[in-house]
């Protein structure tokens, strides 16, 4: 154990792990690069935020990592899609030869001015969170390509809109992971019934929200008066838009941070309380063997 908290990256820092001529970027909002085996990975091997929208493409090769604690093997002709709040973490290579990847990254900030576009695909967080690994057909392939080269061109041009042109592109990969993803539950579950756009963003900046103050907060209330609704109508919201009430969700995230804490930080029980904001530590302690069926301990030596 070798960190007390989870490190949490900027573009910056995620340019440094990136040792190749091949890397591009756009101050430090935006980076595009293509793995060799020179690059450094060293940040990434203990959990730790980006923050980010990320989409990689593995083009040949293969590595093992996890995402919020769920664990994925990455294999050639597969995508991945990180989200700013997602914890992440990749082991160690252990062959040679080191895995052929295309990463793009982009800042909130960047993409701001598309922000409306970007939420409307968010509107499946629930699914991406749950799904951020893809097996892409042979068509979604071609198309990924044809995005890359374009952004790559597009980049090394001099004409006077690049910047907005490069931005509107990488929206456009987020978009067909979106629709590669929408796909994919449409053709493996029976139709549902409809959700209003409406109750979507809603559910969506909830999510959002939940994000940034779940450590502090984990009442109903402050999320409802943030997005200026009354509790019970935020709850009613949430349950018919995701299944699950906004309290499952709220608990989601402060478990995953416990989780993660316990397993990879040297913190005793006592500061991870304090770290998560609870009165005391047999408040945690109650609150954890609740929502998992284990102590803290427990949890720490499995």
């Known amino acids: 154990m070798e960190t007390k908290k989870l490190n949490s990256f900027s573009i910056a820092k995620v340019k440094e792990l990136f040792l190749t001529d091949d890397i591009i970027n756009i101050d430090d909002d935006f980076i595009m690069a293509d793995r060799t085996n020179e690059a450094n990975y060293n940040l990434l091997r203990y959990p730790c935020r980006i923050n980010a929208y990320m989409v990689a493409f593995c083009k040949k090769g293969s590595f093992k990592g996890s995402m919020n604690l769920k664990e994925y093997e990455i294999h050639e002709g597969m995508m991945v899609l990180n989200l700013p709040q997602n914890i992440i973490r990749i082991e160690p290579n252990e062959t040679e030869d080191a895995p052929e990847l295309t990463i793009i990254a982009v800042t909130e900030q960047f993409l701001s001015n598309f922000r409306s576009d970007i939420t409307k695909m968010l509107n499946e967080a629930m699914l991406i969170l749950d799904n951020p690994c893809i097996t892409l057909q042979p068509d979604e392939l071609a198309l990924v390509q044809q995005h890359i080269q374009l952004i790559n ?37 029976e139709a549902e019934q409809p959700v209003s756009t409406r109750h979507k963003i809603v559910f969506e900046r909830f999510l959002d929200l939940v994000t940034r103050y779940h450590i502090r907060e984990r009442n109903v209330g402050f999320y409802a008066d943030k997005l200026c609704i009354t509790p019970k109508y935020l709850s009613k919201i949430v349950k018919e838009t995701s299944g699950e009430s906004a309290p499952y969700w709220i608990d989601q995230y402060v478990i995953l941070e416990a989780k993660q804490l316990l397993k990879h930080s040297d913190c005793g029980i006592k500061e991870i309380a304090d770290e998560l904001n609870f009165p005391n530590s047999s408040f945690f302690f109650k609150y954890f063997k609740k929502h998992t069926g284990m102590t803290p301990n427990q949890y720490r030596n499995s």
Not at 156 to 163: E, F, L, T
């Open 153 to 189: 061109a597009a980049i090394h041009s001099n004409y006077a809109y690049a910047r907005e042109g490069i931005s509107h592109l990488i929206s456009s990969v987020f978009f067909l992971f979106g629709s590669f993803l929408n796909q994919r539950m449409l053709n493996h579950s």
